[in-house]
């Protein structure tokens, strides 16, 4: 069977449109579909930098709010919970002195680990101590410039019975935080 010329360039058309559909079909197709799928992971990863960059941002901005209300402390790495028993016992009286203060008592509380937080313990301190009111708010104000984070639990303030005089007596229960070692 002979072919003609028309016959021919019929057939090298039919196959040149169905090597071309084929092309679309299993090249340019995917290929589309390829590079949509990527300009989507990059929308979504650009999503994803965005909001880790605000919250960068927030957390930032957290922790100059705490930096100023808990002190330079807070950048310090914790000690262990002996280690630091022994500091806080030095900065409580260090601060006690700066501020014109004596103590009446200092009792050590038994260290507990923190349970929001794994692997850090309170250790705790009881302080008895008498003064002026000035000299009382600036001791406790410089808690916050403390080389160690420093938060005060409890506090109790009473005025002894002379009218005329301006001595108060403080109890407080202060703690700082410490690496918690398991049940040391």
Same mark, same amino acid.
């Given at each position: 069977?002979?072919? !003609? !010329?028309?016959?021919?360039?019929?057939?090298?058309?039919?196959? $040149?449109?169905?090597?071309?559909?084929?092309?679309?079909?299993?090249? *340019?197709?995917?290929? +589309?579909?390829?590079?949509?799928?990527?300009?989507?992971?990059?929308? #979504?990863?650009?999503? /994803?930098?965005?909001? $880790?960059?605000? #919250? #960068?941002?927030?957390?930032?901005?957290?922790?100059?709010?705490?930096?100023? %209300?808990?002190?330079?402390? $807070?950048?310090?790495? *914790?000690? /262990?919970?002996?280690?630091?028993?022994?500091? %806080?016992?030095? /900065?409580?009286?260090?601060?006690?002195?700066?501020?014109?203060?004596?103590?009446?008592?200092? &009792?050590?509380?038994?260290?507990?680990?923190?349970?929001?937080?794994?692997?850090?313990?309170?250790?705790?301190?009881?302080?008895? *101590?008498?003064?002026?009111?000035?000299?009382?708010? &600036?001791?406790?104000? !410089? $808690?916050?410039?403390?080389?160690?984070?420093?938060?005060?639990?409890?506090? @109790?303030? @009473?005025?002894?019975?002379?009218?005329?005089?301006?001595?108060? +007596?403080?109890?407080?229960?202060?703690? @700082?935080?410490?690496?918690?070692?398991?049940?040391?």
């Amino acid at each position: 069977m002979r072919l !003609s !010329s028309r016959d021919k360039k019929a057939l090298m058309l039919g196959g $040149l449109v169905l090597a071309a559909l084929i092309g679309l079909r299993y090249v *340019l197709m995917p290929l +589309n579909d390829s590079w949509r799928d990527a300009r989507q992971r990059i929308a #979504q990863a650009g999503d /994803t930098l965005q909001r $880790l960059q605000d #919250q #960068q941002l927030q957390l930032r901005a957290q922790h100059r709010r705490l930096m100023d %209300f808990y002190g330079p402390g $807070l950048a310090q790495p *914790l000690p /262990t919970a002996e280690q630091a028993g022994v500091e %806080f016992v030095k /900065t409580v009286e260090d601060l006690l002195k700066a501020a014109g203060l004596g103590s009446q008592g200092v &009792q050590a509380q038994p260290v507990r680990p923190l349970r929001e937080v794994p692997g850090v313990a309170v250790v705790g301190l009881q302080v008895q *101590l008498a003064g002026r009111p000035e000299q009382i708010t &600036q001791c406790l104000a !410089s $808690l916050c410039q403390s080389r160690q984070p420093i938060l005060v639990q409890s506090l @109790t303030a @009473t005025k002894p019975g002379k009218d005329g005089d301006q001595q108060l +007596n403080v109890s407080m229960v202060i703690a @700082t935080l410490a690496r918690w070692e398991g049940g040391r």
